[in-house]
């Protein structure tokens, strides 16, 4: 929840933090009323939104603090060369493939996050998204494609 409301908005950690809280309050406070939904990730994404959304509405916008994203891969058996030269090609892929997705509209970078970090299903991005279902694998085609197109050209 943390990583997806993250990718929402420029907002603080702790602004997130205080919308993930505020979601299992409101579950707490209205548990009795409530019923046990089919997907409980999907469902606890959408609420997240939900309140992200409300509480922008409101003008409570926080500044982002920029979060730092480690992907070393701590069981391969490397020399100290080879670790040295995947460490720099690692980073330096890292560092494109956030550049170039800083540069895709805001609904293909949320479908993307959606699609291959939060492993949803079409259907449920569509869900969330308020769109339909083609829309959503429309939005996540063209984004890929935007993005394997702008990485040719780097290579």
Known sequence: MFRYG????????AFVFDCIHDVFTELWIKREKLSAPDNVRFYLLKALKNRVLHLLERKEKPS????????????ADYSPED??????????????????IGQLP??????????????????????????????AQNLTQRAVEKMRGWILKHE
């Open 106 to 135: 805001h609904r293909q970078q949320e479908v993307l996050r959606l699609r291959f970090v939060e492993s949803l299903d079409f259907q449920e991005i569509a869900d969330l998204m308020s769109i339909n279902r083609q829309s």
């Open 64 to 75: 982002k603090n920029l979060e730092s994203v480690d992907f070393d891969d701590l069981w």
């Open 83 to 100: 670790i040295m030269v995947l460490g720099e090609e690692s980073q330096y892929r890292q560092e494109l493939i956030k550049k170039l």
């Open 6 to 13: 993250m990718s929402l908005v420029p907002a603080s950690e």
